[in-house]
């Protein structure tokens, strides 16, 4: 069967319940073959306010519902994943390149966030506090923020909106999604199973387009409230800036430079297999990517040396092809920039043991590529490099390992290996980070509170503090006379 056969394949815009086009378009491209898949409308200020009037209209029918009732809804979307999970892995693996495997994961996950939230809604506790006086009463609950917006990455087509939009339906919220224009047809193969399961029209709405009228246009907006975005910190920053004038509630998650420790008493071998897992997922482009590689003296080049064995076994192809591990880069300038790093890294004294180029099939796919004696002026080391490359540095100790890990501006994710109970305590409690994995690669979870502290963002995503992002505290405060 052609991907376009799938029953909820789209290539329209969903708002408001309708399908809708608006005679501009955009290709969507194949990163593995560069050939054109379909096209997509390229939306803009009007047809973005059209959207926030349709998500407004629906907000007071939506926020009316029983928590239970909007839980049925979930679930529903829940189950059409699930059932879709296959097809929608093959339909991602098409436009984004990943891995198939990978790509089914990926669904599996986006698919636990709206079970998680469907959950979660109707979990929404308030409080009441003792009053200040024998005549007061005061309750505090949780109400729905009201129109919100979501600006989604490339890298994880799915995920990172259903993590967006299940919190925000469970709370009460109506939403509008803007997909990266490289992956809109996950996002809107997730609206078509939205709309299977009865979502109201106009609750959960998806436009495609450039950012830049629709970014300005959603965050202009006073019927807007909040805005959740994944991607860079420069253009989360920006964000921020345009959501000031309205004072929006916002979440952002942003770009990491994550250290992974490994000292001299950790299992090894478990931490290449972890560290395999967290480098090079996605083909390196993660914003938790293990970025900067710190290995304790003592067992260096023995850790090197089994690295380069791992990585020689990975398989670097189609990602529609089942046997892929690791698929193109999304874009030209993505391998540019591991390029980049590893010419300086190399200048500097960096010597690659494995992979170091672009992979014989052309097109954007890179070598997975290990680098040695890597140190803390290369480019590799203050940047993420969102490619296949890990870089290995040397540490003597536990205070030059924390002081090397926390000289970053971003604090997303960390990994830290060891067995000895006193290192992780001490360690994991001095790394300036949102997540820490100890003894594992593998953090991502929708029970688990997703985000980071200062270059990479505000705000946390799945758990139960997920939902608190789409809601505001009200409290009523009670005279209570005494007759
Ligand atoms: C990301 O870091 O880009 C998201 C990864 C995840 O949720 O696992």
């Not at 309205?246 to 420790?261: D, M, Q, R, Y």
Request: some cysteine.
């Amino acid at each position: 069967m052609e991907f376009q056969d799938f029953e909820f394949f789209k290539n329209q815009c969903l708002v408001g319940g309708q399908w809708l086009s608006n005679g501009q378009s955009v290709n969507v491209l194949n990163p593995a073959s560069g050939e054109v898949l379909t096209q997509v409308p390229l939306f803009a200020e009007q047809e973005t306010q059209q959207t926030i009037t349709a998500a407004a209209n629906a907000l007071p029918g939506w926020r009316a519902q029983a928590a239970n009732e909007r839980a049925k809804y979930l679930k529903a979307w829940h189950q059409l994943l699930i059932k879709h999970s296959e097809q929608l892995a093959y339909l991602m693996s098409l436009e984004q390149g990943k891995p198939l495997a990978e790509a089914l994961g990926e669904i599996k996950y986006a698919a636990s966030y709206i079970e998680w939230f469907a959950e979660e809604a109707r979990r929404v506790y308030g409080q009441t506090i003792p009053g200040h006086g024998r005549d007061k009463r005061i309750v505090v609950s949780h109400e729905p923020v009201g129109v919100c917006a979501a600006i989604t990455p490339w890298n994880f087509p799915a995920a990172m909106i259903t993590r967006k939009v299940a919190p925000a339906l469970a709370a009460g919220c109506t939403i509008i999604v803007k997909p990266a224009l490289e992956t809109p047809l996950t996002a809107l193969a997730l609206a078509a199973l939205a709309q299977q399961a009865g979502i109201p029209d106009g609750v959960f709405n998806v436009i495609t387009g450039n950012a830049e009228p629709i970014g300005e246009t959603l965050t202009a907006s006073t019927v807007v409230r909040k805005l959740s975005f994944t991607g860079s910190t420069p253009v989360g920053a920006k964000l921020m800036a345009a959501c000031a004038p309205t004072v929006k509630k916002i979440s952002l998650e942003l770009g990491g430079n994550a250290p992974f420790i490994v000292f001299e008493d950790a299992d090894i071998n478990l931490a290449v297999e972890e560290l395999i897992k967290s480098k090079f997922r996605n083909a390196g482009q993660t914003c938790i990517c293990a970025n900067r590689i710190y290995v304790q003296q003592g067992i260096y080049q023995h850790f090197s040396k089994l690295l380069a064995a791992r990585v020689a076994e990975l398989n670097v192809g189609v990602g529609t092809e089942p046997s892929t591990d690791i698929g193109p880069l999304i874009s030209e300038s993505a391998v540019q920039k591991v390029e980049q790093q590893l010419a300086d890294g190399v200048e500097k004294g960096g010597q690659v043991i494995i992979g170091g180029k672009r992979h014989a099939l052309g097109g954007t796919w890179f070598e997975p590529t290990v680098l040695i004696n890597a140190c803390e002026d290369m480019l590799c080391a203050k940047q993420e490099t969102f490619g296949p490359m890990a870089p290995l540095f040397s540490f003597e100790n536990e205070e030059q390992v924390i002081a090397e890990a926390n000289n970053t501006e971003f604090g997303l994710a960390a990994y830290l290996f060891s067995n000895n109970v006193n290192v992780i305590t001490r360690v994991s409690e001095a790394l300036e980070y949102g997540m820490v994995g100890i003894n594992t690669g593998v953090i991502s979870t929708a029970v688990a509170p997703f985000g980071g502290i200062k270059a990479s963002g505000s705000g946390r995503e799945g758990s139960h503090f997920g939902i608190d992002e789409y809601t505001e505290l009200k409290y009523l405060c009670y005279h209570i006379s005494d007759q």
